[in-house]
């Protein structure tokens, strides 16, 4: 795979324990598993995903439910 020999997965490994530790590679593997399981999920199911306005874009003009829909324009002040 990629032209990776055994050797080199061993190393990636032995780097990756003296990293993180062996305590905490489990937690590592199951975040990782539950990262795939979420991405496959969503990309299952990419129509049922809304997308929402980012910080700092103006939403379309649309009004609020309950309010006032006048075409007249506020009192110049």
Not at 17 to 31: E, H, I, R, S, T
Not at 32 to 46: D, E, H, I, P, Q
Request: proline share 8%; charged share 20%.
């Amino acid at each position: 795979m990629f032209g990776i020999g055994a050797g080199e997965w061993v190393l990636i490994l032995v780097v990756i324990m003296v990293v993180f530790g062996a305590n905490k590679l489990p937690q590592l593997g199951d975040g990782l598993g539950r990262a795939l399981k979420n991405f496959k999920r969503a990309v299952s199911s990419a129509n049922e995903i809304e997308a929402s306005a980012k910080k700092g874009e103006i939403p379309s003009e649309q009004p609020k439910p309950g309010s006032a829909q006048s075409s007249e324009q506020p009192p110049k002040l």
